[in-house]
């Protein structure tokens, strides 16, 4: 896959989202992260609306359950409903240990479940490991796949690349 990994870290706590985005620089993982902060500001990304309109496919979706506005088990229903952005792997990145938020999250179709850890060096062996798995081991699908690139969006309109974070 060209140039760094595009991971959308979909999560409401910015004291997380440091210690995510810390993570990743400490384990110099090349990744070009990029931060919102909700599951309507996610969906607005990926479908590139509103002050989203540069932005690009990311190759991987991290996703907090627990978020204001559209929590992230409609996110992930939302996404794994969606003809074209089905196809974007997602982890979720939780405090909850439910039983029953594991098996709802992987009913509708996550690709791995992972609870949020206490410390940054917990965070950063979580970083590795979604390394090593998604970035190195695992094949993921073609920035093209389903006509979504980083030039052009799902609705077909052109535009240059472009991360929040």
């Given at each position: 896959?060209?140039g760094?990994t595009?991971?959308l870290?979909?999560?409401?706590?910015?004291a997380d989202?440091?210690l995510i985005?810390e993570?990743?620089?400490?384990?110099?993982?090349?990744?070009?992260?990029?931060v919102?902060r909700?599951?309507?500001?996610?969906m607005?990304?990926?479908?590139?609306?509103?002050?989203f309109?540069?932005?690009?496919?990311?190759d991987?979706?991290?996703?907090d359950?627990?978020?204001?506005?559209k929590d992230?088990?409609?996110?992930?229903?939302?996404?794994k409903?969606?003809p074209?952005?089905?196809?974007?792997p997602?982890?979720?990145?939780?405090?909850?240990e439910s039983?029953?938020d594991?098996?709802?999250?992987?009913?509708?179709?996550?690709?791995?479940y992972i609870?949020k850890?206490?410390s940054?060096?917990?965070?950063?062996?979580?970083?590795?490991?979604?390394?090593d798995f998604?970035?190195?081991?695992?094949?993921?699908?073609?920035?093209?796949?389903?006509?979504?690139?980083?030039?052009?969006?799902i609705?077909?309109?052109?535009g240059s690349?472009?991360t929040?974070?």
């Open positions: 896959m060209p760094p595009k991971v870290l979909v999560e409401d706590n910015p989202s440091d985005a993570a990743f620089d400490r384990e110099k993982i090349a990744v070009n992260l990029s919102v909700d599951g309507e500001e996610a607005d990304y990926l479908l590139r609306k509103k002050q309109s540069k932005a690009c496919r990311p991987l979706i991290l996703l359950l627990n978020l204001p506005r992230g088990r409609e996110l992930l229903s939302e996404l409903d969606h074209k952005l089905k196809v974007i997602v982890v979720v990145l939780t405090t909850s039983e029953d594991i098996m709802v999250t992987y009913q509708l179709h996550a690709n791995g609870t850890p206490r940054l060096k917990e965070y950063t062996r979580i970083a590795h490991g979604i390394d998604w970035f190195e081991i695992a094949k993921l699908p073609p920035r093209s796949a389903n006509g979504i690139n980083g030039t052009t969006d609705n077909g309109t052109t690349n472009g929040t974070r």
